[in-house]
Each structure stands twice: as structure tokens, then as C-alpha cells.
């Protein structure tokens, strides 16, 4: 069994000897970033500076591009590591796999030439997160680890989001607020749904749009909120959808129609939260049976939860041990954090 699989007090995943995953670690030679949210790249301009190696998918890298700036990664040790990929550093061989979370995450899986084997799911929504690969050690997010974290409905979310968005185009605009990934996620969903009205946006969503687009989401056609058409069409409430970040909710008039799009609802798929407001329960992370069952499938001899980035990390470590007769432990043994999680 490899020994060293923790993580750090400043939220590092550690795999192996030579990898830090998530956060920078004065120790580790080699930070792995899973994917562009701000929780997951701290410590990273450290890591540029001075770590051997910095690895990430291609379409992670050209997100953090839009999102930090593109001189970021200027003269920097990135290496690009494609799915089912690996890369070699010492006795580690490390391995990325697809995880259904935004575009380009990854799953992390660390060998050394023991055959001893650790992994990290990185976020992740267990439909679509394949192949879930077995292995001794395993440290797992806990967005969702409590089992208060469910969500038993069987509505098709994604049927009832365009319903709402098409029957209240017929009034004129609609805004649809939420985080960055799940924005491109609701656009496709409503392309694919053959809704053709402009999609409107600031720029720095429009930029992460074309970056989706370029790796194969269907977007179509994208609008920027101050070119003249954009404010033509918001102005004059013409029908088209308008996507901004969901730290801009208030500051749109409560006369607008609003739908929040988010994880953090279990009781219903569709509600009412405000006047002219709804809020869509679509969620890019597994709630917590899917966290189970994802543990269950990978098999591991031991389990570790991130109590990092999340406050559920030590009930979700008792419940595998309940449930799955795994040990696990929560990591770091702390509380509570309070970590803005996206930009
Ligand atoms: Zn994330």
C-alpha cells in the first residue's frame, strides 16, 4: 500500500510520492489541477513557479486561461495530459480519466511500479464519470456527503428547463443565472432542444462558451450583452435567453424572469423561490448515494474525504464505513471552511 495518501491543511490532495492535487504542496514535484473551478486551482501561480511539472487537460488549461488571464501560464511547466492518458514522473505513473463535472475534469489515478494504486475523483456526477477504475487508496469529494443529500425525484430536469425557458420566451427575455460549466451545460440543453433564440452574455461567459464550443458543445450562435444587438435585445425584452453569473441575481429587476439553476435543492426538481423566480435543480456533482456508489465501485482497501472544500467530508467518512465496511477518515480533521468556490 502506498502510505503517503492525504490531504494537506491547505486543501492538497497528496497521491504517491511526487503528485499534489487541488492546492500547491512545498513537497510535491508534480500539482495535477482536475479542473478549472477556484477551489480546485489554489496555490496554483506557486505551483507554475515552482513545481517540475503542472499537468491538465487542454480544455482545463484554455479555462483557466479565460478565467486567471491569458499571461498565466506564461513560460510555465504545463503539461497537457489527455483522458485515458498517462504520464510517468519517478515510480508514479499518473493517469487521467473523464469525470462528469464541467469541461475538462479529470479523475486522477496514481501507480507506482508496485502496482499500489490511488485515486481521486476530483467533482464529479457519477452518470457519465466512466471508467471508475479500482484501487487501494481513494480520496473522494463530499460536495454532497451527508445523507440528508438526495434527490429522489425522477422528473426529467432537463425537460422541465426547457418548458419554462420556451413557454416564458413567448413573453420576451428570460435570465437564467448559475455557475460557470453549468451555464454551458443549461446553453446545450437548450440547444439541443432546438431553442434558436440568441443567447446573451457578458464576455467573460461568452469567451468560456467558445472555449465549450471549440471542444464540442453545441452552443450555437452567442450574443455579447454590450454589442448592440445584446442590448437591443435585452432592452426592448425581445425573446432570447440572457446567462450571467449567479453572484448576479439581485442585480437583475425583480420585473425580469429569473431561473436559478442549482445543485442545492432535494425536496423538488422545479420551484418557485421568488416573484418571477424559479430555481432548477440540476446539479453537476453526484448527491450522496451516487458518492456511495461510486466508492462501492471503485472497491478500495481504504477512503479518504475531502473535509476541505466541504463541511460533510467526516459524515460522509462514517457512512462508507457504515454502509461499505470501508474504513475512511475525513481529511483535514477540521470543521467547517468557507471557501468562495467559483470566481
Ligand atoms: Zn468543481
Known amino acids: 500500500m502506498i502510505s503517503d495518501v492525504r490531504i494537506s491543511d491547505r486543501g492538497a ?41 503542472v499537468l491538465m487537460t487542454k480544455a482545463t488549461k484554455e479555462l483557466i486561461e479565460v478565467l486567471k488571464g491569458y499571461s498565466i501560464f506564461d513560460s510555465s511547466p504545463i ?76 422528473s426529467d430536469i432537463t425537460e422541465l428547463l426547457v418548458s419554462l425557458v420556451e413557454k416564458r420566451l413567448r413573453k420576451g427575455k428570460v435570465y437564467v443565472f448559475g455557475y460557470y460549466g453549468k451555464l454551458q451545460e443549461i446553453m446545450q440543453i437548450l440547444r439541443c432542444a432546438h431553442v434558436y433564440v440568441p443567447f446573451v452574455m457578458p464576455e467573460r461567459i461568452l469567451r468560456i462558451s467558445e472555449v465549450c464550443k471549440r471542444h464540442g458543445m453545441n452552443l450555437g450562435d452567442l450574443t455579447l450583452s454590450s454589442d448592440e444587438q445584446g442590448r437591443e435585445l435585452l432592452d426592448k425584452n425581445l425573446p432570447c435567453v440572457a446567462f450571467y453569473h449567479m ?40 448527491d450522496f448515494d451516487g458518492l456511495v456508489e461510486y466508492i462501492r465501485l471503485s472497491n478500495p482497501k481504504k477512503v479518504i474525504t475531502d473535509n476541505y472544500r466541504v463541511r460533510h467530508g467526516s459524515i460522509l467518512a462514517k457512512e462508507i464505513t457504515r454502509r461499505l465496511g470501508i474504513p475512511a477518515e475525513a481529511m483535514p480533521n477540521r470543521d467547517c471552511y468557507t471557501l468562495e468556490k467559483f470566481f
Not at 22 to 49: F, I, M, Q, W
Not at 135 to 146: H, K, N, Q
Open 13 to 53: 490532495i497528496l497521491l504517491g510520492k511526487s503528485v499534489a492535487c487541488d492546492a500547491y504542496d512545498e513537497t510535491r514535484p508534480l500539482r495535477v489541477v482536475t479542473h478549472a473551478h477556484a477551489d480546485h486551482l489554489v496555490g496554483l501561480r506557486r505551483s507554475l513557479k515552482e513545481c517540475n511539472k
Open 79 to 154: 503539461e497537457k495530459v489527455d483522458y485515458g492518458k498517462s504520464f510517468a514522473y519517478d515510480d508514479d505513473t499518473i493517469t487521467f480519466f473523464k469525470a462528469n463535472h464541467i469541461l475538462g475534469a479529470a479523475q486522477v489515478l496514481v501507480e507506482n511500479s508496485n502496482g499500489d494504486r490511488v485515486a481521486y475523483t476530483g467533482d464529479f456526477r457519477l452518470e457519465g464519470t466512466s471508467p471508475i477504475e479500482d484501487c487501494d487508496t481513494l480520496v473522494v469529494e463530499a460536495t454532497y456527503g451527508s445523507p440528508s443529500f438526495r434527490r429522489s425525484f425522477d
Open 247 to 286: 453572484n448576479k441575481r439581485k442585480s437583475i429587476g425583480v420585473s425580469n424572469f429569473k431561473i436559478c439553476v442549482s445543485g442545492w435543492e432535494f425536496q423538488l426538481p422545479c420551484k418557485k423561490i421568488g416573484y418571477n423566480e424559479h430555481l432548477i435543480a440540476l446539479s453537476d456533482h453526484s
